[in-house]
């Protein structure tokens, strides 16, 4: 470790209260100097590596890790469950894209000790989930595929074209500030780049299926007029938003070979815990309503178990006069579902 590194380190130290903490860090950093495992270069080459940049802030991928006790906590809890640590850096670093990676979701590697996808998860499932989640992504997408969808812009999925020529899009992107409801999160946006609708979720196995699991449910901005919503339902022959974008995520999970879909209840969130009451005046969505619309089904673990594809109507059930709507409609859902396979089947 070079000697900047190391009094940048001690000076850390001036924010840490506990005796006991302080000791517990200048011998790390001692075991650090003399086994010279630091990194050479900017980058870490391998998991030990990157346990030892994120500790010492060689490696900063986020705002987050420019701070000294964030760093101490991730030390403490390695040393803690340097298994499960261990375990999850290895996802990390064998990963095509290990820094663009980071730069989308810095809070990575600190995953299994925050809430993530549920309440109920257990630290051994949230670190299953990711691991089946990225092995899965990286195997089943190709590399440009996967370069797209870690970026500030996502992997575009569909561009639809509603009533009065009215454009939408939809994108599969990696968002940090969702990253406690999942790893991937399908963003409908209309001809402004205003977001319409987001569902976050991530694939993982769930009593031995493939499966993807919805840990979010998003509207609009709470700048965006109610007006914008209005009008895009209008756009799209009558389908909300939200339903679109749920329609996008079941067809990708389709092309990802997933078995079954899971979303959270509104008393499943990982919001619903004593410790994130701040955060869960921000949730909004009537989850369980919403699920219920769409013909989910409660378990007992009080997740919904979605339909694989949403039901539609039966065409001969509906009035004369609003056949034409919905033969519109079913056609703009035909059409996400085709544009969603030919990008991720091509």
């Known amino acids: 470790m070079s000697a900047p590194i190391f009094l940048i380190f001690l000076s850390d130290l001036r924010s840490v209260n506990t005796l006991y903490v302080q000791i517990t860090y200048i011998l790390f950093l001692w075991v650090i100097v003399m086994t010279d495992h630091a990194l050479s270069g900017a980058y870490p080459v391998s998991v030990w590596n990157l346990f030892i940049s994120l500790v010492t802030g060689e490696y900063r991928p986020g705002e987050m890790w420019n701070r000294g006790n964030y760093r101490l906590k991730f030390l403490w809890r390695g040393i803690l469950a340097p298994l499960f640590t261990w375990q999850l850096l290895d996802v990390i670093i064998h990963g095509p894209y290990m820094y663009r990676l980071l730069a989308m979701q810095p809070r990575l590697?600190?995953?299994?000790?925050?809430?993530?996808?549920?309440?109920?998860?257990?630290?051994?499932?949230?670190?299953?989930?990711?691991?089946?989640?990225?092995?899965?992504?990286?195997?089943?997408?190709?590399?440009?595929?996967?370069?797209?969808?870690?970026?500030?812009?996502?992997?575009?999925?569909?561009?639809?074209?509603?009533?009065?020529?009215?454009?939408?899009?939809?994108?599969?992107?990696?968002?940090?500030?969702?990253?406690?409801?999942?790893?991937?999160?399908?963003?409908?946006?209309?001809?402004?780049?205003?977001?319409?609708?987001?569902?976050?979720?991530?694939?993982?196995?769930?009593?031995?299926?493939?499966?993807?699991?919805?840990?979010?449910?998003?509207?609009?901005?709470?700048?965006?007029?109610?007006?914008?919503?209005?009008?895009?339902?209008?756009?799209?022959?009558?389908?909300?938003?939200?339903?679109?974008?749920?329609?996008?995520?079941?067809?990708?999970?389709?092309?990802?070979?997933?078995?079954?879909?899971?979303?959270?209840?509104?008393?499943?969130?990982?919001?619903?815990?004593?410790?994130?009451?701040?955060?869960?005046?921000?949730?909004?969505?009537?989850?369980?309503?919403?699920?219920?619309?769409?013909g989910a089904v409660c378990c007992q673990e009080g997740y919904y178990i979605l339909p694989q594809i949403p039901a539609c109507k039966d065409i001969s059930t509906i009035s004369s006069k609003k056949r034409a709507e919905y033969r519109r409609r079913f056609a703009l859902l035909d059409t996400l579902s085709q544009q969603i396979r030919t990008v991720l089947e091509s």
Not at 123 to 140: D, I, P
Not at 165 to 187: A, Q
Not at 198 to 208: A, D, M, P, V
Request: charge should be positive; charged fraction near 25%.
């Open 109 to 294: 590697p600190v995953r299994l000790n925050r809430a993530y996808l549920t309440l109920k998860f257990t630290r051994k499932q949230k670190l299953r989930a990711v691991q089946f989640h990225y092995n899965t992504m990286y195997s089943q997408l190709t590399r440009r595929q996967i370069s797209s969808w870690l970026s500030h812009d996502g992997l575009p999925l569909a561009e639809l074209e509603g009533k009065d020529n009215i454009r939408f899009s939809v994108s599969l992107k990696s968002e940090v500030n969702l990253d406690k409801e999942g790893d991937c999160t399908m963003v409908m946006r209309d001809d402004q780049a205003r977001i319409l609708a987001k569902i976050t979720f991530t694939l993982c196995r769930h009593q031995g299926k493939r499966t993807l699991f919805i840990g979010g449910l998003q509207g609009s901005c709470r700048t965006t007029p109610h007006e914008v919503i209005r009008h895009a339902t209008k756009a799209c022959f009558g389908v909300f938003p939200k339903r679109m974008v749920l329609d996008a995520v079941c067809h990708f999970a389709q092309c990802m070979q997933i078995e079954k879909i899971l979303a959270v209840g509104g008393d499943t969130h990982v919001y619903s815990l004593a410790r994130y009451k701040k955060q869960s005046a921000m949730v909004h969505a009537d989850y369980d309503a919403f699920w219920k619309s769409i």
